[in-house]
T-cell receptor, first 112, second 110 residues
Framework: SQTIHQWPATLVQPVGSPLSLECTVE??????LYWYRQAAGRGLQLLFY??????ISSEVPQNLSASRPQDRQFILSSKKLLLSDSGFYLC???????????FGPGTRLTVL | RKEVEQDPGPFNVPEGATVAFNCTYS??????FFWYRQDCRKEPKLLMS???SGNEDGRFTAQLNRASQYISLLIRDSKLSDSATYLC???????????FGKGTTLSVSS
């Protein structure tokens, strides 16, 4: 069966600091991978998706970036965090872009 | 019309009640629809997929009305454990991504 891992579970960072969140998937090959953000009281916002190694598409321009160095690894980064980057970051995997997606446990980021 | 829209609730019901949520969508070409459940401070989890007119899984029934462009989720015999936020999910107009509704909050009390 497939499993998806994210870490860390929670993170408190000062404004201007860098960020690196990691997501790995087990039990499947060549998955589509997604990064979402859920701000308090708001819906899920798609940030990035990837259909393969090194292939990243950005949905929302911002100070975040994503990379996919291996087939089942997806990384979300920032060089300098903003207060508005606070939120619940979720990684997901799927097989088709408009079919079922499965989420990792998420990282709750607070930028102070 | 927004790509996906849900009544935010909250819906407060007693145990054993039947409750229904509606979700409207704008993409008339959508072929797949999903309901996810999200517990407080947790990740969304797939509850049900809908590819045709509807789907049923135990106490949960999803119905699709293509003419009026809405999908509904019916929960029968509500349990305390059903308390959560239910997200309606549909493909976007371009058919390139899923759009998640903001969710409907259900609170079941004893």
């Amino acid at each position: 069966s497939q499993t998806i891992h994210q870490w860390p579970a929670t993170l408190v960072q000062p404004v201007g600091s860098p960020l690196s969140l990691e997501c790995t998937v087990e039990g499947t090959s060549n998955p589509n991978l997604y990064w979402y953000r859920q701000a308090a009281g708001r819906g899920l916002q798609l940030l990035f998706y990837s259909v393969g190694i090194g292939q990243i598409s950005s949905e929302v321009p911002q100070n975040l970036s994503a990379s996919r160095p291996q087939d089942r690894q997806f990384i979300l980064s920032s060089k300098k965090l903003l207060l508005s980057d606070s939120g619940f970051y979720l990684c997901a995997w799927g097989t088709l872009r408009t079919d079922t997606q499965y989420f990792g446990p998420g990282t709750r980021l607070t930028v102070l | 019309r927004k790509e996906v829209e849900q009544d935010p609730g909250p819906f407060n019901v007693p145990e054993g009640a039947t409750v229904a949520f509606n979700c409207t969508y704008s993409n008339s070409a959508s072929q797949s629809f999903f309901w996810y459940r999200q517990d407080c401070r947790k990740e969304p989890k797939l509850l049900m997929s809908v590819y045709s007119s509807g789907n049923e899984d135990g106490r949960f029934t999803a119905q699709l009305n293509r003419a009026s462009q809405y999908i509904s989720l019916l929960i029968r015999d509500s349990k305390l454990s059903d308390s959560a936020t239910y997200l309606c999910v549909v493909p976007n107009q371009a058919g390139t991504a899923l759009i998640f509704g903001k969710g409907t909050t259900l609170s079941v009390s004893s």
